[in-house]
């Protein structure tokens, strides 16, 4: 009972070859500046050859779930990219990762459904597929969740740490792949049942722990998780396209997952289970720094004139900027520092922002020029011939116990010596301490100023202050 | 193992190293551009959630494959529309 435009299987199967050259030299351009762009358009080709042609694949008899879900599919997407804020795009990139899991581990289960009602009909070579499927998909979905929540700060983005935590994931594991061992063995619903709430939990508890500074690792490795998920869907269907679209991200995206992790200093095992910034090591650290430490507030006339008659200075952005949609105030406080003679670069450390390449995007988006963007490595030998850095909204990645504190959690850290120019000034919201939950030491050096408030309002006291000086 | 498993395993060792080898030079301003990429990749899952959708007889597999419909069709829409909003930032030089 097939459509009479059905193809055969093996005209589909061509078309999934075509679609995965085109993933392939997508994902290619993609990872190239000039190319990128388009690199993202061709693999949304090739997504959309795989689809199209899939509905006429044989054994389709019926596209009302289809076209319906895929209406819907499409509304929720459409809507919500176009409405996320690019501010808040790392959680959103981490919502389309957990749904695409989700899929992955829901086709498992519906397979196991029609399959298992008469044991012995699940043949070996897919049970195992399957399972696996059903457990990375449904771990991918609650971790994507709960780094969702953490972004979003529905959560708290510190590390949640309980007693135990360890042993109980070991445990939790042990149990899971006991649910699968039965599940396989028996193809009774109960046991598949139990594996996948198991993983949700599972998934849950393994990204709880992580404090959000290193969630965009965090997201990034759920990531190549949806992939193996997806390519693992494709060996209990027999499809081709899956398992090589699968496949593709799992593996770029655990290179990309380690890559991450090396602009951040920071190695896989040490993101996973060392509770980065847990109440402990930053409350101690925070208490030895804050205790009997005084800093010194600036007004923001006095940091405008400062700024005015300077000759090099250079702009730290951080989060705090973006929250508060500062960039265009603070093009406009560069393009009049400039006006005035005076030099101004950007210092944009690999992971300002929330993930690698976050403020280079924000700052693109308020049309900062190119070339004023400097990379840590290029802006750190400059610090020492810099009047005055502005650190704006930013925090741990100026922080100097990254370089002289060894009992510090984020000692090792690659950071910006910002500590190293004539003058600091802070634009920050309060004293509370950054999104790691660790005290930054900067704060309390005789050359530090701080100017408290929102960043965008104090940008803009800074622009007025510039003008009349 | 069935001679279609092993094809499977083949396409998937050579997918392995080609997923690899295409992003080893990738700078670190595209980390997230290219995360967000891939993750739109991933959506691919949809072609598995429409095969089963479009086979699906027991009431309890239809609700499972229309869900995995509209999960993956976010997964697909929403990621190469919010990765393609990040890259037009890079646009402008």
Redesign the interface.
Known sequence: MTTPLALSQTAINFTYLVAAVLLIVGIRRLSAPPTARSGNVIAAIGMTIAIVFTFLSPGIDSFWLIVVGMAVGTVIGVVSARLVKMTAMPQMVALFNGVGGGAAALIAAAEFHRLAPAAGHLSGDSVGAMLFSALIGSVSLAGSLVAFAKLQELLPGRPLVFGAQQAMNAALFAALVAFGVLAGATEAGLWMVLLLLGALLFGVLLVLPIGGADMPVVISLLNAFTGLAAASAGFVLENTALIIGGTLVGASGTLLTILMGRAMNRSLANVLFSAFGSAPAGAAVAATSSDGKSYREISAEDAAVMLAYAQRVVIVPGYGLAVAQAQHSVRELADLLEKRGVDVKYAIHPVAGRMPGHMNVLLAEANVPYPQLFDMEDINPEFPRTDVALVIGANDVTNPAARTAPESPIYGMPILNVDEAANVVVLKRSMNPGFAGIDNDLYYEPKTAMLFGDAKASVEKLLAGVKAA | ??S??LT?IT??VL??????E?????????????????????????????????????T???V??????????????????????????????
């Open positions: 193992m069935t279609t498993l499977s396409v998937f997918a392995v190293f080609i997923g690899i295409i992003i080893s030079k990738v700078p670190t301003m595209l980390h997230t551009p290219l995360m967000s990429g891939t993750n739109a990749i991933h959506g691919i899952v949809l072609v598995g959630a429409m095969l089963i959708a479009g086979s699906a007889h027991s309890l597999e239809q499972l494959a229309f869900i995995a419909v509209v999960f993956a069709t976010i997964n697909v829409v929403g990621g190469f529309l919010v990765t393609d909003r990040m890259l037009e930032m890079f646009k402008r030089k």
